[in-house]
């Protein structure tokens, strides 16, 4: 069954919650695997928050303007 835009955007935040969450433990450790868990951590977040405004769209949700 094909994932609504909401269900898709919410998966997104948490993986983006998720990445933040270990990288913030790796980096207490100065592993180099604390900076790939960053990486990952902002492309969930950038990802989820383009859903999330496509959902918004497909709604009639006003946007506000990019700065």
Same mark, same amino acid.
């Given at each position: ?27 207490? /450790? ?9 990486? /990952? ?21 006003? /946007?506000?303007?990019?700065?």
């Amino acid at each position: 069954m094909p994932q609504s835009l909401h269900d898709r955007a919410a998966e997104l935040h948490m993986l983006a919650a998720h990445a933040h969450t270990a990288a913030a433990a790796s980096h207490g /450790q100065g592993s180099l695997t604390a900076h790939e868990l960053s990486r /990952q951590a902002h492309e969930h977040s950038t990802r989820a928050f383009e859903a999330s405004r496509k959902a918004a769209e497909e709604h009639g949700t006003p /946007q506000p303007a990019d700065k």
